[in-house]
């Protein structure tokens, strides 16, 4: 099978899995959503009080298993890190700030987008935008630095969280809380959601499927691996929505599932998730695949993305469908500042000319 | 025979694409060699390279380690 074929048959997956995991009782366009579902944990948990935002996610314990298992079985489970891993955690907190004003991560964006909400229009903007910005920065040489192979200890936090995970989702200690009400309490069966999530964890990990990678090659090589997957997760999902769920369809800006209408902040949102996904080199979706094939700076960049998750609830930063809110706003243009810093302070053209390319004669 | 090499172990996405362009922009008949660790950047690589009219031998070398070599 060429790579182009798999790459969209991996996109149709997702997808399709994003439609059937709504029929089946997710939330509205939410299907599949990395930063809607590690919230929905880090307040299971008890690490924000939310109450409409509390479940464990079987389909995140699914995508850290399932990459987990394929990698291991495709001798690439490699255990590895060191590369700024505190300036990861920072990036992967404000990504999910900006996620969580927009409501979504970039997959979501996707899965909105297929359902007629207009609002992911302007999402997508913001995201390419900042895919934009933090591709000028590549070119002039940014770089987190180096990782290194590690002893391989590390490597297994991700498959440990998903058990550890799965045995609360299971057993129900007094401890966790689940919402009785809201997105947080609409949830397609664990058996379907986690099958699904294995699905996806196993088959990204073999096709590398990522939102901001998609974005960032078109733009910065003319490459469109995996654009094509992404059309095709727009596409199946569509296709989906139209065929399974029409009632549901709704074309337009207003009274969208959980979103809401302000432009400025979707479109910031956005921005920052764009810009702090390009600069970590992957979009959530692809940081939990790598967090799981041993990648311990992708594991600390999805600390970062629960611990901006809990704080975006405990602080009002969060939108709701009725709109953004003040203090989600400042967080944004702090996270845009201090995510800029970064990259201007990590792009040191000469140096890694120096280290990376050398010629012999 | 003379050769250009680029060293892209542990560098994150697109890093080893980036210093593989920048390597190729410049290709004057010189062999290119190229260092990676994971798959994921040998197939990267390997795509934009093949995009750009360029065949590419992959090797691996020990401790985990790929070569990849790159030439018109």
Not at chain 1, 193 to 213: E, K, M, N, S
């Amino acid at each position: 099978m060429s790579s182009r074929l798999q790459i969209i048959l991996s996109g149709l997956m997702v997808g399709k899995l994003g439609t059937i995991l709504v029929l089946f009782g997710n939330p509205v366009n939410m299907g599949v959503c990395v930063a809607c579902f590690y919230r929905d944990i880090a307040g299971s948990v008890g690490l924000h009080q939310a109450g409409v935002v509390q479940y464990i996610r079987p389909e995140i314990i699914g995508f850290i298993l399932g990459a987990f298992i394929i990698s291991k079985m495709k001798g690439e489970f490699r255990v590895r890190g060191g590369s700024s891993p505190i300036i990861r955690f920072l990036l992967g907190f404000f990504l999910m700030i900006g996620a969580l004003v927009f409501l979504g991560c970039p997959l979501r964006m996707i899965l909105r987008l297929a359902n007629g909400d207009l609002n992911a229009v302007t999402g997508l903007f913001g995201y390419v935008a900042g895919i934009f910005v933090g591709i000028q920065f590549i070119k002039q040489g940014f770089s987190l630095g180096r990782s290194v192979k590690q002893k391989p200890v590390g490597g297994y936090t991700m498959p440990l969280f998903a058990v550890v995970l799965l045995a609360l989702l299971l057993l129900r200690p007094a401890f966790i809380t689940f919402s009785t009400e809201g997105p947080g309490a609409a949830a397609a069966p664990i058996w379907m959601a986690l099958g699904a999530g294995l699905l996806i964890g196993g088959v990204l990990q073999r096709t590398r499927l990522c939102t901001a990678g998609g974005f960032r090659d078109a733009i910065l090589i003319k490459d469109y691996h995996f654009m094509w997957g992404l059309i095709a997760i727009f596409v199946a999902n569509l296709a989906g929505n139209l065929i399974f769920n029409f009632e549901a369809f709704n074309l337009g800006f207003e009274g969208q599932p959980i979103a809401h209408t302000d432009h400025l902040w979707n479109f910031m949102g956005m921005t920052l998730v764009g810009l702090t996904a390009v600069l970590l080199g992957g979009c959530p979706l692809r940081q939990t695949i790598l967090a799981s094939e041993g990648d311990t700076d992708a594991i600390i960049t999805v600390v970062g993305l629960v611990a901006g998750a809990a704080f975006a609830h405990n602080f009002g930063l969060a939108s709701s469908p009725a709109g953004s809110t003040f203090n989600g706003q400042v967080a944004v243009m702090i996270g845009l500042a201090v995510t800029l810093g970064i990259a201007v302070l990590s792009t040191q053209t000469s140096v890694s000319m120096e280290r990376g390319v050398k010629s012999n004669v | 025979m003379s050769k250009t090499q680029v060293d892209a172990r542990g560098r994150s996405c697109p890093e080893p694409v980036i210093l593989t362009k920048k390597a190729l922009d410049q290709y004057n008949g010189e062999v290119v060699e190229v260092l990676v660790d994971l798959e994921v950047a040998v197939e990267n690589i390997r795509r934009y390279a093949e995009n750009h009219g360029f065949a590419v031998s992959i090797s691996e070398l020990s401790g985990e380690d790929y070569q990849l070599t790159i030439k018109k």
